[in-house]
């Protein structure tokens, strides 16, 4: 039955498992769209177009975002980032979800949009905050400094967690991975998500017809 | 981490396999409480209090309904049938859910009570109207006029389909009980429905300032 697709947001603060978690799902379902940022800072050696980011003008961006045509956008160090709203209404209207990425404020954003009802929002707690430190810590490549910024930028990241309609606290990637699963799978059998069940009930009225069975009241 | 117990509500026209799948789930998670209701009428051959359902005197019956103990009530040819609030509140603080097996009528007034926050509801579709009638008829104990009385009814409680969060196409029994489960692990996942988060973020919380992490902003 035809549905409409979700807009699945996961956030995290950086060290929780959030990218990890986006690679499974998108391994586990190879149909998910993974919502690609617009930028207007300047690539990166090794970045790709189109892939790592839309990399677009300071004008284009502007120009978009007056045209209401960013699901979400922010400022960052003086460069804009945000989401362009085209692909993912178009994935919508395909029956294909579309995952983001992206902190607290994107998230907020993207909830009060207008596309607010397909959103599907899910944070991903760490099972401790010893655990958080441990994790960017093994990726060495963070001075004392950046972690302790990383530190401070999750307690306010974690702040927002009750915003979220599902939260996982991701202690075993496994079990992490099995919920998110779970979670995806139920909200995409909601009734407010299904527009072909219209047409489905409209086809079993059709057969009450046909057979004169009409409604007590 | 401790969650409130959920009312899953199931409804779907008689035919349909609400009874199965009530079972299955029941099967499942031994730890489901089905609601018993309270009735007025007087108990057939083999039917045991408290268990097919809770026998009550008229009397009684009103006092419930006006001290609001009764969660929804209905009068079916002058009998009086409803479920009793305080069991289900009970299962609800434990962190157990409560099975119903109620029709669109008594869905929609516990989906207004004041337990509405917690409740899940479902409905179950048949796939044809002919496969309805077949499965009626299978039963093989009821004359023609009861099976027309059964599709007029069945017509009437379709139509409140859309009022209901899930809805289940039940073409295969197999694939209709996973697709239940999988509604039932994630709705019991939702935020909302964990109460223990907010003590768990505390701990983060706490953690954090332990470790003399404050918040950017």
């Known amino acids: 039955m035809q549905?409409?697709?979700l807009l699945i947001i996961l956030s995290?603060?950086?060290?929780?498992g959030k990218s990890t978690m986006a690679k499974r799902l998108m391994a586990w379902d190879p149909s998910l769209k993974f919502s690609v940022s617009a930028t207007t800072r300047a690539p990166r050696p090794g970045e790709i177009d189109g892939v790592d980011y839309q990399f677009t003008s300071k004008a284009e961006f502007e120009r978009m975002v007056e045209a209401e045509e960013m699901l979400e956008h922010a400022e960052v160090f003086g460069n804009f980032y945000?989401?362009?709203k085209g692909p993912v209404e178009a994935a919508?209207?395909?029956g294909r979800d579309t995952l983001f990425d992206i902190d607290w404020q994107g998230g907020q954003q993207v909830r009060r949009s207008t596309l607010a009802q397909n959103v599907l929002s899910i944070f991903i707690l760490p099972p401790s905050i010893e655990a958080l430190e441990s994790r960017l810590r093994a990726r060495g490549q963070d001075s004392d400094e950046v972690i302790a910024l990383r530190m401070s930028e999750a307690r306010d990241e974690i702040s927002h967690w009750a915003e979220y309609d599902y939260v996982i606290v991701n202690d075993d990637p496994d079990q992490a991975e099995e919920e998110l699963k779970t979670i995806v799978k139920a909200e995409r059998a909601r009734?407010?998500?299904m527009p072909g069940l219209n047409d489905f009930v409209r086809g079993l009225n059709k057969e009450f017809e046909a057979r004169q069975i009409?409604?007590?009241s």
Request: hydrophobic share 25%.
């Open 3 to 5: 549905r409409r697709g």
């Open 12 to 16: 995290s603060p950086s060290g929780a």
């Open 82 to 84: 945000g989401t362009p």
């Open 92 to 94: 919508m209207m395909e």
């Open 191 to 193: 009734a407010d998500r």
């Open 214 to 216: 009409g409604a007590r």
